[in-house]
């Protein structure tokens, strides 16, 4: 069973960059989607992007601008830049594990608050 | 607001069966079988209930069981009991992302 840690800066100014990185603990990586999703109480929970196990990648639309993703497997872990962010952009913000080919999570990691605030 | 609609609260005793909806469009539920369910609890990450439409992954009550019907997938949980209170969120596969959509959620209350 896969095990998800995450970590990053919690408190962002305007305009600066949010920095996120996920490790993985157990479990195979070629059979999944290494992904990243945010929550806040008015939108919900929202895909933001995901990396294949090559590398690739893609993201939602709305965000795809801002967002860069990487893999780097030799550590087991993924990570997330988004940069320019706003007021808006404060959630709780998920890394998670989801199956190829099902597009379901069976793995998150705990998540990490981050508040953007002048 | 949210790709796929699902009514913010639904509440029922404990031993009722209940039933959560969720509308999609045919770009996403009513075209795929990937819908999936999760319950979430206040602070916690949501917990997988159920995927592909109708598979349990091991662990989950057969209580818990999905079902779906054109563009709208349901949860139905039965034998309610006082720790099913929680938000549950349903997310489908779409072709607009080539990735997942979800719910607003909603937020069960066991009476």
């Known amino acids: 069973q896969a095990q998800l840690q995450q970590w990053g800066a919690g408190l962002l100014k305007p305009s600066e960059t949010l920095s996120l990185t996920c490790a993985v603990y157990g479990g195979s990586s070629s059979d999944y989607y290494w992904s990243w999703f945010r929550q806040t109480p008015g939108k919900g929970l929202e895909w933001i992007g995901k990396v294949n196990p090559g590398g690739s990648g893609n993201s939602n639309p709305s965000l795809a601008s801002r967002v860069t993703m990487s893999l780097d497997t030799s550590k087991r872990q993924f990570s997330l830049k988004l940069s320019a962010v706003t007021a808006a952009d404060t959630a709780l913000y998920y890394c998670?594990?989801?199956?190829?080919?099902?597009?379901?999570?069976?793995?998150w990691g705990i998540g990490t608050t981050v508040t953007v605030s002048s | 607001q949210s790709a796929l609609t699902q009514p913010v609260s639904v509440s029922g005793s404990p031993g009722q069966s209940i039933t959560l909806s969720c509308t999609g469009t045919?770009?996403?539920?009513?075209?795929?079988?990937?819908v999936t369910w999760y319950q979430q609890y206040p602070g916690k990450a949501p917990k997988l209930l159920i995927y592909?439409?109708?598979e349990r992954p091991s662990g989950i009550s057969d209580r818990f069981s999905g079902s779906k019907s054109g563009n709208t997938a349901s949860l139905t949980i039965s034998r309610l009991r006082p720790e099913d209170e929680a938000h549950y969120y349903c997310s489908s596969y779409t072709f607009d992302y080539d990735f997942v959509v979800f719910g607003g959620g909603t937020k069960l209350t066991v009476l």
């Open positions: 998670a594990r989801v199956v190829k080919n099902n597009f379901y999570v069976n793995a």
């Open positions: 592909d439409v109708t």
């Open positions: 045919s770009s996403n539920i009513g075209t795929y079988n990937f």
